[in-house]
């Protein structure tokens, strides 16, 4: 599969990734299910994760095989490209991991309202992976 169709499919995932981490948590707070709303920032953080590897691959020509490699790769980036520094990825891609992943997801840690802002800092990180590789035309809002 070409490089570019990859980004693309990645990219595509990550926003189905955010939509439905969307629906979830809305399902969530209707029914007061806690574990739902883990579910949703799973999903969301997921979106991350997909986003990320078309980001690399669009930069880097290499889709990163863990969380560690692409920690790694987004470190680089920002070494070498002042605009990845300027835009954080690597801090931010950290801290979704941390506040979605482990802290929402497996340690159940965050309410409703701490996971809905994790979710719309989820979706800004997409829009940002979409605007640099050139695939910025917008999928629709938060959660509210």
């Given at each position: 599969?070409?490089?570019?169709?990859?980004?693309?499919v990645?990219?595509?995932?990550?926003?189905?990734?955010?939509?439905?981490?969307?629906?979830?948590?809305?399902?969530?707070?209707?029914?007061?299910?806690?574990i739902?709303?883990?579910?949703?920032a799973?999903?969301?953080?997921?979106?991350?994760?997909?986003a990320t590897?078309?980001?690399?691959?669009?930069?880097?020509?290499?889709?990163?095989?863990?969380?560690w490699?692409?920690r790694?790769?987004?470190?680089e980036?920002?070494?070498?490209?002042?605009?990845?520094?300027?835009?954080?990825f690597?801090d931010?891609?950290?801290?979704?991991?941390r506040?979605?992943?482990?802290?929402?997801?497996?340690?159940?840690?965050?309410?409703?309202?701490e996971?809905e802002?994790?979710?719309?800092?989820a979706?800004?990180?997409?829009?940002?992976?979409?605007?640099?590789?050139?695939?910025?035309?917008?999928?629709?809002?938060?959660?509210?």
């Amino acid at each position: 599969m070409e490089l570019s169709v990859k980004v693309r499919v990645y990219l595509e995932d990550a926003e189905r990734f955010l939509e439905e981490a969307v629906r979830e948590l809305r399902e969530a707070i209707a029914s007061r299910d806690a574990i739902r709303a883990r579910d949703a920032a799973e999903k969301a953080w997921n979106a991350v994760v997909q986003a990320t590897n078309a980001l690399l691959l669009h930069y880097v020509g290499k889709t990163p095989s863990s969380h560690w490699e692409r920690r790694r790769m987004l470190r680089e980036l920002e070494k070498a490209r002042r605009e990845f520094e300027e835009l954080g990825f690597r801090d931010r891609y950290s801290a979704r991991e941390r506040n979605l992943h482990e802290l929402a997801f497996y340690e159940g840690l965050a309410g409703f309202d701490e996971i809905e802002f994790e979710i719309e800092k989820a979706r800004r990180y997409v829009e940002d992976v979409k605007r640099l590789v050139g695939l910025s035309e917008s999928s629709g809002g938060g959660c509210g």
